[in-house]
C-alpha cells in the first residue's frame, strides 16, 4: 500500500484543512452539491502554493525531469520506495514526472519523458495511485490545458497498463478531463486506447451523453471514434484527408485538398486520386440539384438591428474547455457576402422553446457565411431540419452540412446525408 510522506518538511507547499480532509474521508462518489464542487475549488486553490523545494530529493527529481540524476541517486543512494506518496495531497512519483512535464519548460530539463520510461521499464513504477483528489497520473496528463510533453507521457502510460478507466473521487474517468479542457489530441489518445463512454460520474452523466457540448474538436474525434466502435462507415467528410482509400498521403491540417467538381462533398490530393475512387465515388457522387435538400429563407437583420448570432466560444475559455481566445472572426454578427454553391455549413439547433420565434443558427468555417433560419419563416423546412439533427447530430445540437447560398434569401441545405461532425 502507498504511504504518504506528508512531514511537514516535505510538504510540498500544500495544505489540507480539516474540511478538505473531511470530505476526502467522505465513503463513495462526491457530487457537485454535495462537497464535490466544494472540494475541487479547495483542491485547485492550494496546487497554487506548490514548492517543489519541498520535496524529497527522489521526488523533485521527478517534478524536474532529472533523469540522469535519478540514475545517480538510485545506483549510489538509500533504496527508494516507489509505491510511496508525497505531501498531504498523496502525490506518487508518476503523477509528479507528469506534473513537471507540464510546466518545467528548459529544454535542457525536459526529461520526463525519458524518466517515466525508465522507472516503468527497470523499477515496474506503479501507475494508478491516487492522489487525495483520486487522480492518478494518467488522468493529471489531461487535468490542464497544457499540451506541453503530455501526449507521449499519456501513450507510454497507457502502453504500460495504467488504468484507462479509473475515477476520481468525482466519479469521473481520464476522458471527462480530456474533454473538458478541449484536448482533442487526448480524446483520440483515450478513444484509440479504447476508453469507455458509458460510465456515469457522480451526477449520473457518462462523456457519451455531454461530449457534444466541449468543442466542435471534441464532437467530432468523439464522433468519429464511436461511429468506429460501432462498426458504421465514416460519415462524409471525417478529419481533413483524400477519399480514396488507398491514398498514401497521411491525414493532415496542412494538406491541401480539392472538392469534386460535382457533389463538392468528397475531397482528393490528386486528379489521380479522384480518378481512382471514381468507380465507387460515382454511386454516390450527385449534384446539389439532384439531391434531397431543404429550401430555407436565412435572416440577417431584424430592421436595423443585426442579428446577434455570436458562438458562444468565450463561455467555453471561461468554463475551460478550450485555453485559447479564439479569432476574431468568430464573432462576427450576421453576415452575407455573395452567393455561393461551395458551402459547408453548421447548423445549431436551439436549447428549449418551440414556438415560431425559434431560430437555428448558421455559419460556415471561415464565418464568411453567418444567418438564423426562423420557424416563422421556415414552417415546412424548420420542423424536417430540427428533427434531423435532434436524431442524428452530435447530442442532437447540431449538424453539418453541404449548402448552397442561391441568393441572399434562398438558402439550399443537402439532408440526403448529414455529414460527419466538422471542427468548427
Known amino acids: 500500500m502507498a504511504t504518504p510522506a506528508d512531514t511537514s518538511e516535505f510538504d510540498g507547499g500544500l495544505q489540507v ?33 506548490f514548492n517543489v523545494l519541498r520535496l524529497p530529493i ?5 517534478v524536474d525531469g532529472a533523469l540522469e540524476e535519478m540514475k545517480e541517486l ?54 494508478d ?8 497520473a494518467l488522468e493529471h496528463c489531461f487535468s490542464t490545458a497544457s499540451r506541453i510533453g503530455v501526449i507521449p507521457l499519456a501513450r507510454t502510460l497507457l502502453e504500460s497498463g495504467a488504468n484507462i478507466n479509473q475515477q476520481n473521487r468525482y466519479g469521473e474517468v481520464p476522458l471527462w478531463s480530456a474533454m473538458l479542457h478541449g484536448n482533442v489530441e487526448g480524446v483520440e489518445l483515450l478513444m484509440e486506447f479504447g476508453a469507455r463512454v458509458d460510465i456515469p460520474e457522480a451526477e449520473g452523466v457518462p462523456p457519451s451523453a455531454l461530449y457534444a457540448n466541449f468543442g466542435p474538436g471534441v464532437a467530432a474525434a468523439m464522433d468519429k471514434w464511436m461511429r468506429k466502435r460501432r462498426g458504421e462507415e465514416e460519415a ?7 477519399d480514396w482509400p488507398n491514398c498514401l498521403t497521411p491525414p493532415s491540417d496542412d494538406i491541401k485538398l480539392k472538392n469534386c467538381a460535382r457533389c463538392k462533398i468528397a475531397r482528393y490530393c490528386g486528379a489521380e486520386c479522384q480518378k481512382k475512387h471514381w468507380p465507387t465515388h460515382k454511386k454516390t457522387c450527385k449534384a446539389l440539384s439532384e439531391s434531397a435538400v431543404l ?15 455570436i458562438p458562444n466560444e468565450y463561455a467555453r475559455v471561461a468554463m475551460g474547455v ?4 479564439p479569432p476574431s472572426s468568430h464573432f462576427r454578427a450576421a453576415r452575407f457576402t455573395a452567393p455561393s454553391d461551395d ?42 431540419m430540427e428533427k434531423l439533427i435532434k436524431e442524428k447530430g452530435p447530442g442532437g445540437l447540431k449538424g453539418y452540412f453541404r449548402a448552397e447560398v442561391v441568393e441572399k434569401d434562398k438558402l439550399l441545405v443537402r439532408v440526403e446525408e448529414m455529414l460527419a461532425p466538422q471542427p468548427f
Request: glycine letters at 8%.
Open 17 to 49: 484543512s480539516p474540511r478538505f480532509a473531511e470530505l476526502a474521508k467522505r465513503p463513495g462518489f462526491l457530487r457537485n452539491f454535495s462537497g464535490g464542487h466544494e472540494m475541487r475549488t479547495l483542491y485547485r486553490k492550494q496546487w497554487e502554493t
Open 58 to 62: 527522489s521526488a523533485a527529481m521527478c
Open 74 to 127: 538510485i545506483e549510489y543512494g538509500p533504496t527508494i520506495n516507489f509505491a510511496e506518496t508525497f505531501t498531504p495531497y498523496k502525490l506518487s512519483y508518476a503523477t509528479l514526472i507528469i506534473y513537471g512535464a507540464q510546466r518545467v519548460t528548459n529544454p535542457i530539463r525536459q526529461k520526463h519523458h525519458g524518466l517515466l520510461k525508465y522507472l516503468i521499464s527497470n523499477f515496474n513504477l506503479p501507475l
Open 129 to 136: 495511485i491516487p492522489d487525495i483528489a483520486g487522480l492518478a
Open 236 to 242: 462524409p467528410r471525417t478529419g481533413k484527408k483524400c
Open 295 to 309: 429550401t430555407f429563407v436565412p435572416r440577417y437583420e431584424v430592421g436595423d438591428k443585426k442579428v446577434n448570432v
Open 322 to 325: 478550450r485555453h485559447d481566445l
Open 343 to 384: 458551402l459547408i455549413i453548421k447548423i445549431q439547433v436551439p436549447v428549449g422553446g418551440n414556438g415560431l420565434d425559434s431560430h437555428m443558427l448558421v455559419y460556415d468555417k471561415k464565418r464568411s457565411f453567418i444567418c438564423t433560419l426562423w420557424k416563422m419563416d421556415n414552417m415546412v423546412s424548420y420542423p424536417i
